[in-house]
């Protein structure tokens, strides 16, 4: 796509206030992650995720734990059983995963990284508070940029291609239709091939017709698509259709997880209704 044409995605940008906010609710942030319009945001929503979880058995926060905490255990053990010491969290937002891990594992490189204006903020609130040094870093990127100094290669050049690196993203994918996040994956597969060993880990909701709550979550991914101004499409049908995907986008592994059928080790409440969201663990 030539780069004048690009798609922007700032519109996207504001949603991280909402759930940076969700994570310092549940102890997973320190109070310097949280914003006004966070706050605000999580208020005036609060009749809607209160009456999804009254009327449907919906908790939307519990959603966003379930994937936020089940990445967080695939990066713990990357990194505990893998060997892993560079970790690069594309479309980090307000997110305090960064902060988390590098506070736990003294030898990590963690690279931060988001649209211009994000980056620049997030950059602001750990340089605030003393906490970006020389292995805790915040760069630009724009995963749909194919030039300039945005696009996904740039990310990587400093980085030590002859050791693993685990690629996150959190709260992205699904806010963009799957040709070009497929282009996206593509992109991130082949730059992946460059190092030691790539693993990528992204949560992912895919289109479920059969789950019960169906009719419901088609009308909450609406209520997401006009609150960002932009849509939310559901990619994939099951199982077979994720791997399949990812495979076709240069992944040679790929796992499917549920993180409902994990929520008790994840420290999580146990669900009654099957899953909605999967966090994908694919390799190169
Ligand atoms: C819902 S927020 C998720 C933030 C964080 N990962 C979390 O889970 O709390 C979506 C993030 O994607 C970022 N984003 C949107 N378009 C992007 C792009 N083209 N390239 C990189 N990041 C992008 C936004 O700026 C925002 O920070």
Redesign the pocket.
């Given at each position: 796509m030539p780069e004048r044409a690009r798609t922007s995605?700032a519109h996207?940008?504001p949603?991280?206030h909402y759930?940076?906010y969700v994570?310092y609710r549940h102890r997973l942030a320190d109070p310097a992650f949280v914003t006004g319009f966070g706050r605000f945001v999580h208020k005036l929503l609060w009749p809607v995720t209160w009456g999804a979880r009254a009327g449907f058995g919906l908790d939307i926060e519990a959603l966003l734990l379930q994937r936020?905490l089940q990445i967080d255990a695939q990066l713990r053990a990357a990194i505990e059983q893998g060997g892993v010491r560079q970790v690069v969290e594309?479309?980090?937002?307000?997110?305090p995963r960064g902060r988390r891990f590098c506070t736990r594992y003294p030898h990590l490189q963690y690279l931060e990284a988001?649209?211009p204006a994000?980056a620049a903020r997030k950059r602001l609130l750990l340089h605030g508070e003393g906490w970006l040094d020389g292995r805790h870093q915040v760069c630009a990127?724009?995963?749909?940029a194919e030039r300039g100094n945005q696009r996904l290669a740039a990310l990587f050049a400093e980085l030590d291609h002859s050791q693993p690196v685990v690629v996150i993203t959190?709260?992205?994918v699904n806010?963009f239709p799957l040709a070009l996040i497929e282009g996206f994956w593509s992109r991130l597969a082949a730059e992946l091939r460059g190092f030691s060993q790539g693993i990528y880990l992204t949560e992912l909701y895919p289109d479920l017709h059969e789950h019960p709550r169906y009719r419901q979550l088609r009308w909450g991914v609406e209520l997401i698509g006009r609150l960002t101004r932009g849509s939310y499409p559901l990619h994939y049908r099951d199982h077979a259709e994720i791997v399949a995907g990812f495979q076709r986008c240069g992944f040679d592994q790929v796992q499917v997880l549920d993180p409902s059928a994990d929520a008790v080790s994840l420290g999580l409440p146990a669900t009654r209704l099957p899953g909605l969201v999967r966090v994908i663990q694919a390799q190169v």
């Open positions: 995605s996207i940008s949603s991280a759930t940076g994570w936020h594309i479309a980090c937002g307000l997110s988001d649209l994000m990127v724009d995963i749909l959190e709260g992205l806010y």
